[in-house]
């Protein structure tokens, strides 16, 4: 890593540290002992994490630069002192990325049989083929733009794959341009399987750039073509909508959303063959300078290889399927309600499996005793089973109020979608409070039994998504518990309703007192261990940025408090500076799965308080969300909790990486029989065995 921090500085730069995370995923793609198919996905990864690093990051950071430049950022940089420094690391990385694709994956699975053909290596069959697929399924859909006074450059979309094409000669109306824009639409897919007899091998594909690049003179009849290039465009993403005169947040996302692809452009990709001038032109279009180009030696639009794994049947160079496992309190069990009214119950995502949730909610949408439904939605899928159960409650008459986030990052469209069908089926839906995102995640049910009404809850640390419950690492919890059941419709009055926020029996809730509790629990073991008793903080998250809790931490550390911190992504705090942080410890998990669950685990004198969460220790977070922090109050529940999310997370030596005080990371090798993977370890004691 490049940056090097002075050693006065005990703040690090937010984007350089999600680089940093970038690359320990990209390791995940050099490593051998991950199957191949996999592999490939890790590379596909970075590119899409480094999609949204742009969208998002690099178009505050440009922002910034032009509206702030003197601002100093948390880590003292100015934004064009950080820009140029991410500049650098981002270039770096992505020439390694793009290396490790031609010089480890692509031979590798050429080993394995699975080809994707360079078009000087096509055979006489292969070059027919790919000419009548040219013909018949994308020369009817493509339409070229000669650039002229008639034609100005045109509106490219945000991450479409298009071609610049160099051309002279003059056509049927005497103009001669020299340059035209070819669009690959969406709909088209960016790589083709062959037919495996001409292909030669069951797994043979071609890219949709190689027959674009072999008849793309096809497209200018009499014309000559010079030359054809690859190029992508990268745009802010980022969805605002202004503050005054907002009568109606989802008519007014709705419109930001048709704006999204066509932002400011912040960067270009471009082919490594395109000569300099063309590469210019294209930056000029776009108000792009040389800093922002990407010269890429393969696939502008890396990340559509994610698909090649679902296209090719080969389950040994892919990890080995599981079957999640179910909590022994809900086997066997009909009655979800009588199994909660027992205990709380914990799901640990994705090694339990997700399915209770989604039982749970539809056993409450049937249940004639159940007479009211609460839930929040953040991100659940444009499909998704959970919203056909309120659908379902809500036809039969149950009141069922949904808090739906409009501004969930990209699932803005699916979000509005799925507001509009659930008010077609007669649920209360509301956006929660403006200008705070609602990321909490709670279902709570209202029944009654022996004429009275009981309620009980669901409250997790990751989304009611059904899909990404099976890749991300999350705890559920279901509970009856009174005071906590009460807390979570106290949250939901909040949401619907007006009035003042009241005090919680037992969750800490951002944007009020989640933060203030937070430095308290940290203080408490400040108190501790200046009494010289033991005081222990582990931590475990998605990010580490809020500079008031990094000094809390700081002081902590000096005070003589054990500090772990397990933070899957960036880390703005610095480990080990002698003085500051000595007692400090951060390591990250990186593996199969995207550690995802958020625990915090504070001693407190032998009391080992535990509390679970949706949020991480980032300003937003903590002062610009609505999030809620829930205790583990069961015994039996709590040593679950600290047994499988933070002891083999501390002792992993396969996939966790200590962080050094300058920011790098330094990869934990396994010596000897010693090996120990928290996430292999979960796989082992969590799941019903694997899927044949």
């Known amino acids: 890593m490049t940056y090097k921090p002075a050693d006065n500085q005990l703040m690090l730069n937010r984007e350089l540290g999600l680089l940093e995370f970038n690359r320990r995923v990209l390791a995940q793609a050099e490593d051998a002992r991950n199957p191949l198919l996999e592999r490939l996905k890790f590379l596909c990864i970075v590119s899409s994490n480094l999609d949204e690093f742009f969208e998002v990051r690099i178009a505050w950071l440009k922002e910034n630069m032009r509206h702030n430049p003197t601002r100093l950022l948390p880590e003292g940089l100015t934004p064009h002192q950080a820009f140029d420094l991410v500049c650098i ?15 480890t994956i692509f031979p590798a699975m050429e080993e394995e049989g699975i080809y994707f053909f360079r078009r000087s290596l096509w055979t006489d069959a292969q070059r027919a083929w790919v000419k009548d697929y040219f013909f018949r399924e994308l ?22 794959l298009n071609f610049v094409v160099e051309l002279e000669g003059r056509d049927a109306f005497g ?3 020299g340059i035209a824009i070819v669009q690959a639409p969406r709909i088209l897919p960016r790589f083709v399987k062959m037919p495996a007899e001409i292909a030669g091998t069951e797994h043979g594909f071609v ?20 030359g054809c290039y690859q190029f992508r465009v990268t745009r802010d993403s980022d969805v605002s909508v202004d503050d005054e005169d907002i009568k109606d947040l989802r008519a007014a996302i709705e419109g930001e959303l048709s704006q ?20 210019d032109f294209l930056s000029q279009q776009f108000g792009l300078t040389d800093a922002d180009v990407y010269r890429v030696n393969g696939p502008v639009n890396m990340v559509r290889l994610m698909q090649v794994p679902d296209q090719v049947e080969r389950p040994d160079l892919k990890y080995q399927p ?22 709380d119950i914990l799901l640990h995502h994705p090694y339990q499996s997700f399915t209770p949730v989604v039982d749970f909610l539809q056993q409450a949408a049937r249940d004639p005793a159940v007479v009211a439904i609460k839930m929040t939605i953040y991100r659940t899928g444009a499909e998704s089973i959970l919203m056909d159960a309120l659908q379902e409650a809500a036809a039969r008459g149950k009141e069922v109020t949904v808090v739906v986030e409009l501004m969930a990052r990209f699932d803005e469209e699916a979000n509005i979608n799925w507001a509009a069908k659930l008010e077609r089926a007669g649920a209360h839906v509301v956006y929660g409070v403006y200008g705070y995102k ?4 709670m279902l709570l049910i209202v029944r009654r039994e022996e004429g009275l009404l009981k309620r009980y809850a669901h409250v997790g640390t990751g989304n009611y998504h059904p899909r990404t419950a099976k890749l991300y690492t999350d705890f559920g919890l279901f509970t009856a518990n009174r005071e906590v059941t009460s807390d979570v419709n106290d949250v939901f009055m909040q949401l619907t309703g007006l009035g003042l926020a009241g005090d919680h029996h037992q969750l800490w809730q951002a944007p009020f007192t989640l933060h203030s509790n937070f430095i308290a629990a940290i203080e408490r073991e400040i108190v501790h261990a200046k009494a010289g008793k033991k005081a222990v903080i582990i931590a475990k998250m998605n990010a580490l940025l809020e500079p008031t809790i990094i000094d809390k931490l700081y002081e902590a550390s000096g005070a003589g408090v054990t500090i772990h911190l397990i933070v899957r992504g960036v880390c703005a705090l610095r480990p080990g500076l002698p003085g500051i942080s000595e007692n400090i410890r951060v390591r990250s998990i990186v593996g199969r799965f995207l550690e995802h669950h958020r625990v915090y685990y504070f001693f407190n004198d032998g009391a080992e308080d535990v509390y679970l969460s949706s949020a991480d220790w980032m300003g937003r977070n903590l002062f610009r969300r609505i999030e809620i922090a829930f205790p583990v109050l069961s015994p039996k529940v709590k040593r679950r909790v600290i047994r499988e999310s933070l002891r083999p997370f ?34 082992t004691d969590l799941t019903a065995g694997t899927r044949t």
């Open 438 to 441: 609602t990321h909490a995640k």
């Open 322 to 343: 599981f079957m999640p496992g179910i909590p022994p309190e809900l086997r066997n069990q009909s009655d979800y309600f009588a199994a909660i009214r027992h205990g």
């Open 207 to 226: 890219f949709l750039s190689s027959i674009m690049h072999a008849h793309i003179d096809e497209l200018f009849a009499g014309m000559h073509v010079l």
């Open 260 to 279: 999204r692809p066509f932002g400011d452009a912040v960067r270009l990709e471009v082919a490594d063959n395109c000569p300099k001038h063309v590469q």
């Open 89 to 103: 690391e981002a270039h770096d990385l992505v020439e390694r990325q793009y290396r490790i694709l031609r010089e």
């Open 139 to 160: 020369m009817p859909i493509l339409t070229p733009i000669g650039l002229d006074p008639s034609h100005p450059f045109p509106r490219l979309s945000n991450k479409i």
């Open 175 to 177: 103009r001669n341009s």
């Open 650 to 683: 501390l002792v992993d030596n396969t996939q966790a990486w200590e962080m050094l005080s300058d920011g790098r990371y330094r990869r934990k090798v396994a010596r000897g029989d010693k090996v120990r993977s928290a996430q292999g370890l979960m796989l």
